[in-house]
């Protein structure tokens, strides 16, 4: 359970700059080296476009040890962002490069931080601000870090984070089993990636709301002490812990609290965020058609670097619409690998056992052109585990508002029209018409181009339940290798070309 239930890229970075600052580095942060091959097109990353009006962008770091392993940052955060995304926060969650490295010998730490700053910086040209973290366990203390490295971080959100990292090693096992292979167990470099040693008030002007367990046996509730003590305008708190099985217990990242607490802290999250960035925002208008993850930008690769931040917009003028309340959901965003089938955008539902998504939730992703369009090149892959319990496929209307009901290319309760569907372990593979064999087995998926109907102006990529009693959302077995989480249904679009 999580705590809210409900600018270019530089070539090097120092020790802590920021472009709204003096440039003064603060004191004892740790240089982070080339930024060349940080951020997005090189790591995953997901955009939840808010739900209006605007606040800002909420940038999601998750945690897990400092590993980063495939699907952990859609399995570990996709609730708190669709939270954040109906609060009107456009919710950019993503990956980093692993800590630890158990093949070679030694540890370095820079890289992970250091794709978290790249994101900070290409966040801040892409959208502006303001920007804030939010950040769980591992993903709290890199938060943190980059608030220290990149000081106009509006605000940080900091649950069960490590701050301390030398106290850590010394009062916590099952803390040290993580930091030993991510940090090492030198005091001096332990200290240079500690955010409570490395805060300077003076310099640093996020604004911090920091939680703890009472109980927690991996990161002690001293961690965020230690920091209240050095950062005394942080609002911080140790929420009390509770007996396994005791009626008011609910589980909260690494322990098990009392809910009524729980419950008290959360509210005061949600006054705190609107006192940090007050509701009333502006919105950022749509200014791109399609969506291409295949390639980086051309040219050289200094231009290719600085013009990063654009694939953030990519495909940003596709409208991402979502049932309240329910875990169908669309996304855009990058992997820069096909394997991750998360490329360009997404439909897809969250894999949570024993759940049933309502019927009629959907998601969707609308086009309103400015003109009469006539064609749509896609590439794509998808899956449904239960194909008679969906509606999947692509919509189109020549009206300019209402309902979008003319079906292009759909898969409607297992009956296919230009589309098809392949079976395999599980359920079905959603293919284009012409493909042959099992789709899966294809490195690059089968690009498919679909006719409009004449006037449109309007089309919709949809992804609803329709079985009557609701569609289980229990998890399939993760064999296809580019779905690690096992989504009950999933349609990844690579590349859009809209004529």
């Known amino acids: 359970m999580a705590l809210l239930v409900g600018c270019g890229l530089l070539t090097s970075c120092g020790s802590a700059t920021d472009d709204q600052t003096t440039g003064k580095p603060v004191r004892g942060a740790p240089a982070l080296g080339s930024l060349a091959s940080s951020g997005a097109g090189h790591r995953f990353y997901e955009v939840y476009d808010a739900v209006p009006p605007v606040r800002g962008t909420m940038l999601m770091v998750h945690g897990g040890g400092w590993k980063d392993q495939r699907g952990d940052a859609r399995r570990l955060q996709a609730s708190m962002s669709l939270r954040f995304r109906g609060d009107g926060w456009r919710v950019i969650n993503v990956d980093y490069s692993p800590g630890p490295h158990p093949v070679r010998s030694g540890v370095d730490p820079r890289p992970m931080v250091r794709d978290v700053v790249a994101f900070y910086d290409q966040v801040r040209r892409a959208y502006g601000g303001p ?35 030398p106290s850590l090693l010394r009062t916590s096992s099952a803390g040290a089993q993580a930091v030993r292979p991510t940090f090492g167990t030198s005091r001096s470099v332990l200290y240079s990636w500690s955010p409570a040693k490395l805060w300077d008030p003076d310099k640093i002007l996020t604004e911090v709301f920091a939680t703890s367990a009472s109980n927690d046996k991996v990161v002690p509730p001293q961690q965020v002490q230690a920091f209240a003590a050095v950062v005394p305008s942080a609002d911080t708190a140790v929420v009390p812990g509770a007996a396994a099985g005791a009626a008011d217990a609910v589980g909260w990242m690494h322990s098990v609290v009392r809910r009524d607490p729980l419950q008290q802290r959360l509210a005061s999250a949600l006054e705190w965020l609107d006192r940090v960035v007050p509701r009333a925002g502006r919105t950022t208008p749509a200014t791109d058609g399609g969506a291409d993850c295949a390639t980086p930008p051309a040219g050289s690769s200094a231009m290719i670097r600085d013009n990063r931040w654009k694939l953030l917009r990519a495909g940003d003028a596709w409208q991402q619409a979502t049932t309240a309340g329910q875990a169908v959901v669309a996304t855009r965003g990058c992997s820069g690998s096909a394997h991750w089938q998360d490329d360009g955008l997404s439909l897809w539902a969250f894999p949570l056992s024993g759940a049933i998504l309502a019927s009629g939730a959907e998601a969707s992703l609308t086009l309103s052109a400015d003109r009469v369009v006539r064609s749509v090149s896609a590439t794509f892959r998808g899956f449904l585990s239960a194909p008679q319990d969906w509606d999947v496929g692509l919509y189109a209307s020549s009206q300019t508002s209402g309902a979008i009901i003319s079906r292009v290319a759909a898969c409607e309760r297992g009956s296919c029209s230009n589309l098809r569907l392949f079976g395999t372990a599980g359920g079905a593979l959603i293919a284009a018409s012409n493909s042959r064999g099992d789709p899966d087995r294809r490195e690059k998926p089968v690009t498919a181009d679909f006719v409009l109907p004449p006037g449109t102006r309007r089309i919709a990529w949809r992804l609803r339940c329709v079985a009557p009693a609701g569609c289980s959302q229990n998890p399939t077995a993760p064999l296809r290798r580019r779905d690690p989480l096992g989504h009950p249904a999933i349609l990844s679009l690579y590349r859009l070309d809209v004529r």
């Open 131 to 165: 920007i804030c973290a939010y950040g769980e366990s591992a993903g709290g203390h890199l938060a943190a870090m980059l608030a220290v490295e990149r000081p106009s971080l509006t605000c940080a959100f900091l649950n069960a984070a490590p701050l301390d990292l």
